[in-house]
Antibody
Framework: QIQLVQSGPELKKPGETVKISCKAS????????MNWVKQAPGKGLKWMGW????????TYAEEFKGRFAFSLETSASTAYLQINNLKNEDTATYFC??????????WGAGTTVTVSS | DIQMTQSPASLSVSVGETVTITCRAS??????LAWYQQKQGKSPQLLVY???NLADGVPSRFSGSGSGTQYSLKINSLQSEDFGSYYC?????????FGGGTKLEIK
């Protein structure tokens, strides 16, 4: 079946780097764009951007330009989200989600990142 | 950027009641709108796409409507499994922003 399996929870200190993975299975990875969505504790969903899995070109929402990087390992059908120079406000659950046309039809279970000194 | 204003932010209702959640876009999004349901501690699940189309497996008590800048999600005869949070999201040009969410609680 079609699924996105995300890596496990992370506990990091401010200033460190984290890299989250999202492994796709059950479909052709390069046929659908991959999106990243942030959800801070007790808050709503925030679209971070997406990566074209065919070309590798990322698009970032304004708030997520600079410290955030999307990448791919196409041979492993895996997308990555890297956050550099972590800040307390990066504490959140991060979801990957497949885009089909004008909606996200498959979501990962989420990866919780906790930033604390 | 297009802003999505969702209301109400929270709603306390009883099983069997009917509820309507609305989403207003800051400009015309030409029905490029999706609705999601999120249960506590889980990932969002697609309910409706293109404003009015029910996703596979979604019960018929859910329905989406609207056009232009105003959209609604209606849930008839609420069931216990319908409680959780609901979000709209537009797809008329990036950023594909979400509404602020509606938390549906049991009265």
């Amino acid at each position: 079946q079609i699924q996105l399996v995300q890596s496990g929870p992370e506990l990091k200190k401010p200033g460190e780097t984290v890299k989250i993975s999202c492994k796709a299975s059950g479909y052709t990875f390069t046929n659908y764009g991959m999106n990243w969505v942030k959800q801070a504790p007790g808050k709503g969903l925030k679209w971070m951007g997406w990566i074209n899995t065919n070309t590798g070109e990322p698009t970032y929402a304004e708030e997520f330009k600079g410290r955030f990087a999307f990448s791919l390992e196409t041979s492993a059908s895996t997308a990555y989200l890297q956050i550099n120079n972590l800040k307390n406000e990066d504490t959140a659950t991060y979801f990957c989600a497949r885009r089909v046309g004008q909606y996200f039809d498959v979501w990962g279970a989420g990866t919780t990142v906790t930033v604390s000194s | 950027d297009i802003q999505m204003t969702q209301s109400p932010a929270s709603l306390s209702v009883s099983v069997g009641e009917t509820v309507t959640i609305t989403c207003r876009a800051s400009e015309n999004i030409y029905s490029n709108l999706a609705w999601y349901q999120q249960k506590q501690g889980k990932s969002p699940q697609l309910l409706v796409y293109a404003a009015t189309n029910l996703a596979d497996g979604v019960p018929s008590r859910f329905s989406g409507s609207g056009s232009g800048t105003q959209y609604s999600l209606k849930i008839n005869s609420l069931q216990s499994e319908d409680f959780g949070s609901y979000y709209c999201q537009h797809f008329w040009g990036t950023p594909w922003t979400f509404g602020g969410g509606t938390k549906l609680e049991i009265k």
